[in-house]
């Protein structure tokens, strides 16, 4: 655990990769390192491991934390861009294990200068990827009301979306908005009935995110490259926050493992729809322990899958 951060699920995630001393792993969401930390440690010399991000300062993180180590190999990108054809060929030899520890990192949250949180005021700017445009404040004073309310109701599962964009649209023609907390003070103003324990900004916050950092995108297409680049038997472990990520991971992951489409009124063997995936226990929540010492582990949950194939 470093600057603040505490690696959500440690020890169910390093039991679901079954790590092995000389195998290779991908860590697509080094963060501040917590699990990479905790896959070196049990990586022989031989072993490897590959991490990723796409923000600049975990990526700086990275490299003070583990540019010396030989088996360590640092790439700033996104994972979604994790293909052969786009920078892996020397990794074509397959992984024995990848995570995706999804979602924005406390250091980030914790940040002002980095727009993410609705409780520190600063520019409203939530891009992960600080050379990647828009920022959320840029967005957010340029679409469209109906756009907005799109955004705020699909990815922030916001009830009162259409208010807080009619909103937006009309306080902008004075100011832009520039700061998270003009933006979390109009939300504040536009929602009648608020959840308990629930700021009222949460929903449209996140659904900036969302968008800004296109994280549903990417996801989507992270995953079939994840697959392609797995070992018979190697593990695929996805920690997501929130009910739109796990969606995804889990419709995926059940379409991988239940094989190629047929009519079902033909007698067709399981085996012979070619599955290429198995999904490994059931989803797994953090416990009182973890949620007490880490609020914002609450939300988690994790899901597991080994592909499938001959294993050499």
Not at 46 to 58: E, I, S, W
Not at 183 to 210: H, K, N, S
Not at 283 to 291: I, L, M, Q
Request: charged letters at 30%; one cysteine or more; glycine letters at 8%.
């Amino acid at each position: 655990m470093t600057e603040g951060h505490r690696p959500v699920l440690l020890a169910e995630t390093l039991d679901a990769l079954a790590v092995r001393p000389e195998g290779r792993y991908l860590d697509a969401t080094f963060g501040r390192g917590g699990h990479s930390a905790e896959i070196l440690a049990r990586l022989a010399p031989t072993g490897r491991l590959l991490a990723m991000d796409r923000d600049d300062q975990a990526i700086e993180v990275a490299t003070r934390r583990f540019g010396e180590d030989p088996r360590m190999t640092i790439v700033k990108g996104r994972f979604s861009m994790m293909d052969i054809d786009r920078g892996m060929a020397p990794w074509q030899g397959g992984f024995d294990g990848m995570l995706f520890d999804l979602g924005v990192s406390s250091p980030q949250l914790d940040d002002a200068r980095r727009g993410f949180s609705f409780r520190r005021d600063g520019p409203l700017d939530m891009r992960m990827d600080r050379q990647s445009r828009p920022t959320a404040a840029e967005w957010l004073n340029s679409a469209p009301e109906a756009e907005i309310a799109r955004v705020l109701r699909d990815f922030g599962e916001e009830r009162f979306a259409r208010r807080i964009a009619r909103a937006v649209v009309a306080v902008r023609v004075d100011a832009p908005i520039v700061t998270t907390s003009q933006f979390a003070a109009l939300v504040a103003r536009e929602i009648p009935r608020r959840e308990p324990g629930q700021d009222p900004a949460t929903r449209a916050f996140q659904a900036l995110r969302i968008l800004v950092n296109d994280e549903l995108g990417e996801l989507s297409r992270a995953l079939p490259a994840a697959r392609d680049l797995l070992k018979p038997g190697g593990r695929l472990v996805v920690i997501s926050f929130h009910s739109l990520e796990d969606r995804i991971v889990k419709q995926f992951f059940a379409h991988e493992a239940r094989g190629d489409a047929y009519p079902t009124r033909l007698p067709i063997p399981q085996a012979m729809l070619s599955p290429r995936l198995k999904v490994i226990g059931k989803a797994v929540r953090p416990g009182v322990a973890e949620c007490t010492a880490n609020p914002r582990a609450r939300s988690a949950i994790m899901r597991v899958a080994e592909r499938l194939g001959e294993v050499s």
